[in-house]
Nanobody
């Protein structure tokens, strides 16, 4: 069993930056692929990015096209924490952001490929 808790959301203006955190407990997620998703009102949950364990302390990040170049995922294994750094935020980035652990290897991008989810944190980008 893994518990995930996101934090760091808030109200920002277009062009601002925000860094979200996702703390895992209950089990180390050292070798788990971790993903970030978001869900805007009236829309389906969509993949934002993921960080996949490759070997040793090497990880690969992968992103949705809509955030590539603006968002960066990182992790601090000593804290069992994954981060989502978001730069140059746009109004269309407004959503509840969730972190999740994947139930399989590779680079999963679909919600059903993840089995543990946090409660989400609201990000609102508005002038």
């Amino acid at each position: 069993q893994v518990q995930l808790v996101e934090s760091g959301g808030g109200l920002v203006q277009p062009g601002d930056s925000l860094k979200l955190s996702c703390v895992a407990s209950g089990r180390t997620v050292l070798t788990y692929t971790m993903g970030w998703f978001r869900q805007a009102p009236g829309k389906e949950r969509e993949f934002v990015g993921g960080i996949m364990w490759r070997s040793g302390s090497t990880y690969d990040q992968y992103y949705a096209d809509s955030v590539k170049g603006r968002f960066t995922i990182s992790r601090d294994n000593s804290k069992n924490t994954v981060y989502l750094e978001m730069n140059n935020l746009k109004p269309e980035d407004t959503a509840v952001y969730y972190c999740a652990t994947a139930s399989r290897g590779g680079r999963p991008v679909l919600p059903y490929q993840y089995n543990y989810w946090g409660q989400g944190t609201q990000v609102t980008v508005s002038s």
